[in-house]
């Protein structure tokens, strides 16, 4: 049986209804991801948010995620934190009825390895000798197909500025993940789509649910295309593909 696992990331909720990310109300455009979600792949088995779910890191943010997510929240939830994080309130108040956070994901013939980029007080990232231990022990053990989850891009995206602020220590992930089983690392955090491989693994960004950042821009610059999320469908021989989707705008 295939499974389809949903990514949404860098939601940037504010404790107010009425907060606002360069412009972008970012409880509105969640709202509308959600929907989307809703109405054309209810059936999922998962849901993975790879960070940056809070602007403000209020206990409010953090509740508003919740009660937003609440129509998709049919299967559990699994939540790792990005640079714009409290990671205790997340722990706090995140944590429990199916919702789960920095949990590796085991779905049939897969696994999902959740990994903290974040380096606290600090808008990049870096695993730190700790996480990229819990990678290599998790690998070491793995007998299913595996897709590595982070917040920071592990590479360049060809956008100076984001570079900037990318996971720093990405060349120790691949030291680790350059033979299979791993598939994929998919991250979040460049509010943008980044596609490519690196000895056969794939490298994904997926766009952020509130504003877009132009891609291949050596200096900040906000792209006019919708918020978008991504969706995985794995097969239980090891194949898979991935798509994203955007929204229709308001």
């Not at 199916?98 to 049939?108: G, K, N, P, W």
């Not at 897969?110 to 600090?122: C, D, Q």
């Not at 000798?129 to 995206?157: G, Y």
């Not at 792209?223 to 995985?232: A, S």
């Amino acid at each position: 049986m295939t499974l389809k696992v949903v990514q949404l990331t860098d939601t940037h909720l504010f404790g107010s209804p009425d907060g606002e990310q360069k412009g972008v109300n970012t409880y509105q455009t969640l709202r509308l991801v959600v929907n989307d979600v809703a109405a054309h792949h209810p059936d999922f088995d998962a849901l993975i948010l790879t960070g940056d779910l809070s602007q403000d890191e209020t206990p409010e943010s953090y509740e508003a995620l919740k009660k937003l997510l609440s129509p998709i929240h049919t299967a559990p939830i699994y939540a790792i934190p990005g640079n714009h994080e409290d990671v205790e309130l997340m722990n706090t108040l995140l944590r429990g009825e199916d919702f789960f956070v920095l949990r590796d994901i085991r779905l049939s013939t897969w696994r999902i390895i959740m990994l903290n980029s974040r380096v606290p007080g600090r808008v990049y990232g870096r695993l730190g000798a700790e996480q990229v231990t819990r990678l290599k022990d998790s690998l070491r053990d793995a007998t299913e197909h595996v897709i590595v989850a982070m917040h920071h891009p592990p590479v360049l995206v060809d956008s100076a500025w984001i570079d900037a602020s990318r996971c720093f220590d990405g060349d120790e992930l691949f030291a680790v993940i350059d033979d299979p089983p791993v598939k994929a690392v998919v991250c979040g955090h460049v509010h943008q789509v980044f596609e490519t491989t690196r000895n056969g693994v794939a490298i994904l960004s997926t766009p952020s649910t509130c504003v877009q950042f132009k891609p291949d821009a050596d200096d900040f610059a906000i792209d006019e295309v919708t918020p978008g999320y991504r969706v995985f469908e794995l097969d239980p021989d090891g194949s898979w593909s991935t798509r994203v989707h955007r929204v229709t705008p308001m």
